[in-house]
Structure formats: structure tokens, C-alpha cells
């Protein structure tokens, strides 16, 4: 559904509800198409945005107390400005600028950066009519798309950021061609998930739903400041929830019965609970290379179905599935190829001093195996 909005020049704001929307500026009676708006960050472009929303201005209107009397009339002023928080939608690519990689790395670790940057609208000849520059943005919230194995479709990730301050000028110059950038689309059957001790059971996995990071933040309304800064808060790192063929990975099988069931059916035995690490991989399907990676620390599973229909948009002669949940402690994010060294450390936080798996006492199939090395291009069947 297009909507169209008309603002006072004062307060002319750069909203968009989703690809499609229309935009309108009261100086300006020109529309902008989605697909036409750009994301810079600390003076770089960070690539084309499908899609923004919110980052609306607005106060309180605070009333002046007045005597009780007939005819008295009680004036009105505005109070501390609000700055909404922006999301956006973009495309991920090997060209994607090193500056998204970074606010998205440090968040993820908790080294929290600052960001400035602008959005820029553009017309149908990628003119920049308008521009929202935003200062000292904290990431508030990062969504990874659903993972597919027979998806074409393009995948796009969601950053939604906590600015302190914003202003919107007129623009100038042009945006990236929409053209080249196609030819860089993100699929999301284009990637790989990885747990420890469960190499070829992992690489069954067919889908795995799209999930968020969130980060909380706090205003320091400490003095007489018009604009007061945002803190970071807690952070909060999502469950994941993975599908596979039925009977295709008995390893997830084992895992969950000595995790969830009680062993021995009779109410007193609890197995100790094993946690894992894991690895996401997002790969560039041109080049057959990582584009980014997520790994995973402190996994669990609390949740098993064997035998299920198919989700998302699956046809009614589809496969039946098997539905996993698990549980993440911390999540990291990794621009490009994951350092070797790193993984070997990530893929030994199970093992015990044998080189056996805590809990299952098989040997381990070594660590990072084909991890970040082969090329692969998932547009067929696993």
C-alpha cells in the first residue's frame, strides 16, 4: 500500500514505510520511489537501502498552569526534542562499505561505536533531493534474514539505530545506479551453519528463520542539555530456529535426548547439559566467498519435533521436516573469512582434554573442517 506524506519545511522528514513508498517534501512536489535512497556512514556510502522507516522529530507540548478565571488562556511550548530511531533494509555485498561491517562488529562484542552518517532520497534520475543527516547513532537492533536452501529470491539485512540528533537538508549530487548493485545480490540460500561436534548433521540444514539482536539504550538526562546523550544497555541475543529433512541429521536427534529427555524414564536422572559452538556463514554466491559470519557461543537445544509439515511458503507436496530450537549465549559478528586461528579456538570449547566430545565421547571430527575454504553456490539441492 503506497502512502504519501506532506510535511512543513521546518520539519521535512525522511520516512518510508517500505520498497514502493512514496515521498514528498513540501519545497518539493517530486515523489521518490523506493530503491532510490542511499546510506552513508562517516562519509562513506554504505550501499543502496531497499527500504527506511521512522526517524521521526518530535516534543512534548508542555502547558503553562493558569489561574482558574474565565477568559484566561493557557499558552503552549514545546519540550525536550525526541529523535526517533531509523531503520533501514539493505543489501549486503562485497562492496558494502567497511564502516557497516565495523558498527556491527563492535556492537555484537559490545565495543560500542558512535556513528554519523545521511540518507539520501533521490529522484527517477538518481538525483538526491533530499538529505537526513543523523549524528552519533547507536545500533539498536540487527536483523539477519531467513536462510533458504531453495530460495532465489534476494536476502536483505535490517539495521535499526538510536541517533542523538538529526537534520534534514536539501541535497545534491547522485546515488549509486541500482543496475550495478542487482548484479550483487545477497540469495539466502547462499550459506552454512556449522556446530560443533555435528559437522555433517549441520550441513543438512535446510532453513534456519530469520532472527534479530537487539540492543537496549538509556538517555543520560543529567544537566540542562537540549539533547542529551543515549547509553547502551542490555543486549539481548536470539534463539535460532533451524529445519532439515526428516532423519537427515540423527546428530541433532542424540543431542536433544541427552539434553531434554530425562534419561532412564524414571523422573530422577538429569543428563548434564551440553553447550556447543557454531558458526553461521553468509557466502557472496558470484564468488563463492564469505561475505560475513556469525559464530555462536553457549549453545543449547530446548527444542525438537521429528516429523513436521514444512514452514514458511512451502507447497502442500513439499518433504516433511524436522523442527530444531536452540538456544545462543553471545553471538559475533566476522567481516569476510573468519581468522583460522579463531575458529580452531571456537571449534575446541567442547572438548575435553581426550579430544572428545563432553557427553558423547566421539572423537572429534577436527576443528573448522571446509570451514571459510570451499566454494560452494547453493542455488541446487544440498
Known sequence: ?????????????????????????????????????????DGKSAGLIRSIDGGAIKAEVIVEKVDNVPGT?????????????????????????????????????MKYQRKSGELQAADFKRDVRQVREFKDALLTEIGFPACDASSKDPAYMTLKFAPETTRNIKGSGKIENPVDVRQKMWIPANFRLSIEGLDEDSRRVSKIEAFTVKQSTATDEVGDARD????????????????????????????????????????????????????????????GRPLFSVSLHGVGIYKYVPISGPSGDSTADSEPETHVGLYVEQMLYHPGQVDKKFLEKLFSQSRNGKGQWVGFGVKTPGPARGIASEKRGRSKTR
Open 228 to 287: 542529551y546523550q543515549r547509553e547502551p544497555g542490555k543486549i539481548d541475543f536470539p534463539d535460532l530456529k533451524i529445519s532439515f529433512p526428516v532423519g537427515g541429521a540423527p546428530g541433532f536427534q542424540e543431542w536433544a535426548e541427552a539434553n531434554i529427555s530425562v534419561q532412564g524414564g524414571n523422573g530422577k536422572d538429569t543428563p548434564k547439559e551440553l553447550k556447543r559452538s557454531g558458526l553461521l556463514e553468509y557466502y557472496d554466491g558470484r564468488t
Open 1 to 41: 500500500m503506497r502512502a504519501k506524506m506532506h510535511l512543513p519545511l521546518t520539519l521535512a522528514a525522511l520516512t518510508v514505510c517500505g520498497i514502493g513508498t512514496q515521498l514528498a517534501f513540501a519545497a518539493d512536489s517530486r515523489s521518490y520511489t523506493g530503491g532510490r535512497f542511499q546510506l552513508d556512514v
Open 73 to 109: 488562556i493557557a499558552h503552549k511550548h514545546v519540550g525536550q526534542p525526541k529523535y526517533g530511531d531509523i531503520k533501514v533494509s539493505m543489501l549486503v555485498s562485497s562492496d558494502t562499505s567497511p564502516g557497516i561491517h565495523e558498527w556491527i562488529e563492535s556492537t555484537l562484542a
